[in-house]
């Protein structure tokens, strides 16, 4: 409990907090990671690896297989955001949160109420038609069959997630960059900050307070001021009960 209590106290004297997380913020919402033993990427899918399925060069070579995945492994219409995602809405309604950088897709910090959102890695939330640009949700794709074909002009209908092998959006680098870079204090949970270019957001950090929350080691935990190596939605629902 002591270094939950020094976590509480950090985060209450801060006015400039930025929260960096990945897929373990959602994992009490009963969305997978992807990399730990029981995650995305430890299955078969019709016997192929996941990871090489999540490539826009599989997009384009198999897309019927690539959108069975998606919609089968990546959408999740009946997760609610968890304690950690309250959390941050209660930090940025008190205008102490200056941004959440986020490397998962499934938008629960916005189903929370959360604006000041920068998703490195897109949104399933968010598909676009590939020729002529309309937009559909993520239950407009989940309902859909086969390789999705635009309502308006018959284009085939690309979710709007960062795959392996696309650049990251260069306004949403640039927003979550600068605030990093002016923060005080920046909180990792949830993430191992094994995938880049992600990972290398935590370099443009010059504030006071840097904080850790992950099960596993991170490459900023030397840095760190303070880490807590516990379940992240039991230490998140401590800060919101307290």
């Known amino acids: 409990m002591q270094k939950r209590d020094e976590l509480k106290r950090i985060l209450d004297a801060s006015r400039r907090i930025v929260f960096f997380g990945g897929a373990g913020v959602s994992a009490a919402s009963g969305i997978p990671d992807f990399r730990s033993d029981s995650g995305l990427y430890a299955r078969d899918f019709e016997g192929l690896d996941p990871e090489m399925i999540l490539s826009v060069s599989f997009f384009y070579l198999d897309p019927e297989t690539f959108f069975r995945f998606y919609r089968q492994m990546l959408l999740h219409p009946e997760a609610k955001p968890n304690s950690c995602h309250r959390y941050l809405y209660t930090l940025e309604k008190e205008d102490r949160l200056r941004g959440i950088v986020t490397q998962n897709v499934d938008g629960l910090h916005q ?132």
């Open 111 to 242: 189903a929370a109420g959360n604006i000041r959102v920068y998703e490195l890695h897109g949104s399933v939330h968010e598909n676009v038609c590939m020729d002529c640009g309309e937009r559909y949700d993520m239950m407009w794709m989940l309902h859909s069959a086969g390789i999705p074909r635009c309502e308006r002009c018959g284009g085939v209908v690309k979710p709007g997630i960062v795959l392996y092998g696309e650049s990251l959006n260069p306004y949403t680098c640039m927003g979550a960059d600068r605030e990093i870079s002016q923060c005080d204090t920046l909180l990792i949970a949830g993430t191992s900050l094994q995938v880049e270019p992600a990972a290398s957001f935590l370099h443009s950090f010059r504030g006071s307070h840097l904080l850790v929350i992950n099960r596993d080691a991170t490459p900023a935990d030397d840095m760190a001021e303070l880490v807590l190596r516990e379940d992240l939605e039991q230490v998140m629902s401590f800060l919101e009960k307290n």
